[in-house]
């Protein structure tokens, strides 16, 4: 069973930054897209950022500019460098392979942009 574990996130002020954790455990882990997905009460999920196993970054318009994401294949994690964040970035932030058929879901990471 593959498992995915996410880590990093916290309480920080506006303006402040994160850096987000994934690991995977999972040995083809370097040939798979990946994508950090977030998702705030109320709210759908929406993908913010994803890498291919090349290292070709997406961002969503709302993050773009600010957001980070990075992977290191040898340590099978990827990352997410959160800079500048606002009061609408905060939400429970998930990793997973950006395919229609995912990894089974981490338990997230929480981020919350607070004064």
């Known amino acids: 069973q593959v498992q995915v574990v996410e880590s990093g996130g916290g309480l920080v002020q506006p303006g402040g930054s994160l850096r987000l954790s994934c690991q995977v455990s999972e040995s083809m882990f370097s040939i798979y ?37 990075s992977r290191d294949n040898a340590k099978n994690t990827v ?10 970035d905060t939400a429970a932030y998930y990793c997973n392979r950006n395919l229609s058929v995912r990894y089974p879901w981490g338990q997230g990471t929480q981020v919350t942009v607070s004064s």
């Open 79 to 88: 990352y997410l460098q959160m800079d500048n964040l606002k009061p609408e």
């Open 33 to 69: 897209p990946m994508g950090w997905y977030r998702q705030a009460p109320g709210k759908p999920a929406e993908l913010v950022a994803r890498i291919t196993s090349g290292g070709n970054t997406n961002y969503a318009d709302s993050v773009k500019g600010r957001f980070t994401i």
